[in-house]
């Protein structure tokens, strides 16, 4: 389900001392339920699925992605020259001593994310490409009836217009495509796992 940006933005996390200059692109409620200190099996699930790439997520998803990929190698948009730490510097270097001293994350492999930090409610990654950097927040939240749930926020800033435009241009196939068939995905293998996990 698709959330207000106040969903993200009205609650304490650390990310909005770090990406305050950034847009809330988009805030979605994760199809799963867990108890009050479940987030690792989350960042976990999520930090698996991402260094493996996309996979399980849906034909049109897939197509789409695939798309996406060749059209960034045909044009560079995904050079490593325009990649965290060259165009753009990385977030880590704001973080706060304490963030910086404490768990970092997940290492996300071959996939274009690099954790920031991890706490035990939220877990931030970064990319960026020539169009944009961006920020993946992953929050663990009260889910109005005595559980807890994950909550998927896309803080984004543009490169220049053309930043601009890519996300304008990209934003319908996100909201057709993509998050449908990524939520779906996200929804069958917490409960395969969960299920897994109680049976040990």
Known sequence: MRLPRTAHTDRPWRIHEIAGDFTVEDVWALPTPGGPDDLMWLVRQIAEGTSGGVSGEG?????????????????????????????PPSLHDRLP????????????GSS?????????????????????HAVMHIGWVPDGSGGYRGQMAVLVKPNGLFGTLYMAA???????????????????????????????
């Open 59 to 87: 034909a049109v998803s897939r197509v789409l992605f695939a798309i996406r990929w060749k059209l960034g190698a045909l044009l560079g948009w995904d050079k490593s020259a325009t990649g965290i730490g060259t165009r």
């Open 97 to 108: 001593a304490d963030l910086r001293k404490g768990p970092q994350g997940p290492d996300l």
């Open 112 to 132: 274009p994310f690099t954790s920031l930090y991890q706490r035990d409610d939220e877990w931030a990654a970064e990319m960026a490409n020539k169009t944009v």
């Open 170 to 200: 990209i934003k319908p196939f996100r909201y057709v495509g993509v998050y449908p068939a990524l939520m779906r995905s996200i929804g069958r293998k917490w409960q395969a796992d969960a299920a897994e996990r109680g049976a040990h």
